[in-house]
């Protein structure tokens, strides 16, 4: 429940901050542009806190926190004083009405620049790209991939840490060809290639470098459980947090890493645990859950720190973090224009989509391994809602850029019949995949 509590705290945290900076693009181009504004809301719904101001624009906040809005003087949306005409949105220009309704995906790709460039600057502490134990036939041990090599590059990519050989896996997700990985093992250079297809996912696959068999370097530690999933094969057996489990069907078992490596492939299977409880060995029978064809037991532990030597720390000063948060906002989008592309073309399954629930998570696992993380986070969550928003479907910002890019081309807007057509389409295509997203939210847990 705690944990819970902890997500959805960042969840708000996190939807408040960049559904605040998108709406004040708009608001502060069309202010500077006059435009009248009337609402600057954060929050759908019944307002929780409201303020008008003496130039007579409502600031609020409301109870709904999945977006937000600024509503500006328009004739379509009620009567308009005669003395106001010109500052109502429906009466500018073509190009200043784009000008605001751009604005607000621009604020989200400038304040990801300035996110990742905060991360720089706390410095980002990151593991290197060294391999630990493969995972029993899986992709990458049949490709030759070893325990101790050190990732140099994935495709042409070069990785530099783990999160580079993560970065860099995703982009590879639904290519065809065989994945080439470029390793340093003993001293020398090797290539060992992914088969073709290795990285066309289902959708669901939360850890991509897991599905393929790739696990972090990590050193041995006792089989301690730390943590149970509620309702979880280990916590239904009666296992508890602070057991020690020191065999697995009368095999000694070596450490946590170890452990769940044996759990991964024993899907479906019942076996028998024994357990050290104060002192006393305690034997169980449980069935491992079959997820997706890999094992769960539904416990953790929590590994020792890593030793700073394997470990590589990117820190940098303001210039050099504002032009590598830059550098980190291109790439960033890139990513994400790819795989909205694999989506369209069906090379990304659309259980690849994340809602609420995913958000949530992420938001409280980052804000509670660290600053840099978490605004890491922030960076890559305003990236994707800055090109969302710039989607040509009606309803989104991208949507009232194609009727505006309609009218400049003709001279004239659109008849009103087509632009509410155009809505509901817009509004069938949303509803559609928050529905989709968070079917796979749910699939996840």
């Known amino acids: 429940m705690m944990v819970w509590l902890w997500n959805i705290l960042f969840l708000v945290i996190t939807i408040g901050v960049l559904v605040t900076v998108h709406e004040f693009g708009h608001f502060w181009v069309a202010r500077r542009l006059g435009v009248s504004v009337l609402t600057f809301s954060v929050g759908f719904g019944k307002a929780l806190w409201s303020r008008r101001s003496a130039d007579g624009v409502e600031y609020r906040i409301a109870a709904i926190p999945l977006g937000g809005y600024v509503k500006m003087l328009d004739e379509r949306e009620g009567e308009v004083p005669a003395e106001l005409l010109a ?5 500018q220009p073509v190009l200043t009405r784009i000008a605001v309704v751009v604005a607000g995906p621009l604020a989200n790709f400038l304040f990801a620049i300035i996110a990742f460039a905060a991360m720089y600057m706390v410095g980002v502490r990151d593991l290197k790209p060294v391999l630990g134990e493969m995972t029993q036939d899986s992709i990458a041990m049949r490709a030759g991939l070893r325990a101790g090599m050190d990732v140099i590059a994935v495709a042409d990519d070069t990785v530099q840490s783990w999160e580079d050989l993560t970065f ?7 290519n065809d060809e065989p994945v080439l990985f470029t390793v340093r093992y003993n001293g020398n ?4 290639p992914l088969p073709a297809g290795a990285l066309k996912l289902s959708g669901l696959e939360a850890d991509i470098a897991g599905h393929i068999g790739l696990q972090v370097r990590e050193r041995p530690w006792p089989a301690v459980i730390t943590s149970l999933a509620e309702k979880g094969p280990a916590e239904r057996a009666g296992i508890r947090v602070g057991d020690l489990i020191s065999h697995w069907n009368d095999e000694p078992v070596s450490g946590f890493p170890a452990l769940a490596e044996k759990i991964t492939v024993a899907a479906g299977k019942t076996v028998t645990l024994r357990l050290l409880r104060d002192g006393v060995s305690v034997p169980v029978n449980l069935t491992v859950d079959d997820r997706e064809g890999r094992g769960v037991l ?7 720190a890593a030793p700073d030597d394997w470990l590589v720390l990117r820190q940098l000063g303001p210039i050099d973090a504002s032009v590598a948060g830059w550098h980190k906002m291109i790439d960033t989008s890139a990513l994400v224009l790819d795989g909205l592309g694999k989506l369209i073309t069906g090379a990304l399954s659309v259980q690849s989509l994340s809602g609420p629930v995913t958000i949530a998570q992420g938001a409280g696992a980052t804000a509670a391994a660290g600053l840099d993380r978490f605004f890491w986070f922030l960076g890559l969550i305003s990236v994707n809602l800055g090109l969302i928003n710039l989607m040509p479907i009606p309803m989104l910002d991208g949507g009232h850029l194609l009727y505006f890019g309609v009218e400049a081309v003709r001279g004239r807007p659109l008849s009103e019949r087509v632009q509410e057509w155009g809505l509901r389409i817009g509004l069938s295509l949303v509803g559609a995949l928050m529905l989709i997203a968070l079917f796979n939210d749910f699939a996840r847990l």
């Open 189 to 192: 250079i090797e290539r060992h």
């Open 87 to 91: 500052t109502a949105f429906n009466r």
């Open 298 to 304: 539904g416990i953790g532990s929590i590994p020792p």
């Open 168 to 174: 860099a896996l995703v982009k590879q997700v639904g």
